[in-house]
């Protein structure tokens, strides 16, 4: 069994072949049973959360994501998330690799909104809106600069301070960046709005977006969860990552609640795309909403890819010994 770190795992996942990787995952699809959720008591008061995560495509590979979410780390000065991902041979059970979850989870999480826009974006959008400065956040510049011709990013964040780090960062690496002042101007001013939040009410007002512009919407993955206003909805061609979404994400239970649209407003899946079930933008095309909540499918599309670039090169290794 290959013990992959969070740098390996990193280098392992390039978006140019990530983004190709989800596609493909979707397009042939996977077993992907509902996660299972567990709580527990900690003696901070604060409850911890338990994700179990598995998926698997028969005779191939098995992989089972574990996702600890403790709220009170932040009293001891530790990280309230940590997860690990094993993979596993679908045919003999044999474990395969232990790979970086963290990793796997916020790169795969970018790969995927930077799929769906390649579908959903106008074709010639250039300009990005990072909303949230964050370890998703970070990454949503150079995941959607591999599918779209982005030339220019603005940063959004609740602390200055943050987006200006994000933009310092991006322009080093030759992005033309900048930090927003003004979220409803840099809204306005944008092809592509992505929002990667922990947003309890809503940052974007559907009144700032333009009338063709692409909104993706990452950090509703809760009930009580919300980045966008009704208004973003109203009249938008919407896109869920799986159909899971309409159940967890109070982005979508508080506008359907109060019909704003329904379940059946929802034009198709990530999958639907990869398949070609449904069409993606074209010339008629107005606004688009995406949003996800993730899926375990996208974690075993990335672990596999990381195993077969770097685990398997060691049990090869191991084995000409």
Known sequence: ??????????????????????????????????????????????????????AWQPGAYLGIKTVNIFAGNAARGLPGLFSTYVLYDAQTGVPLAQIDGDEITSRRTAAASALAASYLAPPLANSLLVVGAGRVGSLLAEAYRVVLPIERVTVWDRTPAKAEALAGKLRLGGVDAVAAADLATAVAHSDIVSCATLATSPVVQGAWLGSRSHLDLIGSFTPQMREADDACFAGARIVVDTVEALQKSGELLGPMSRSVFDASSIVGTLEDLARALVPGRDATTGRTVFKSVGTALEDLAAAVLVFENVGAQGLVALSER
């Open 1 to 54: 069994m290959q013990f992959i770190d969070a740098a390996a795992t990193r280098a392992a996942l390039p978006f140019d072949r990530l983004i190709p990787a989800l596609r493909d995952m979707f397009a042939s699809g996977c077993e992907v049973p509902l996660r299972h959720t567990h709580t527990l008591p900690t003696d901070t008061g604060v409850s911890a959360t338990v994700l179990i995560m598995p």
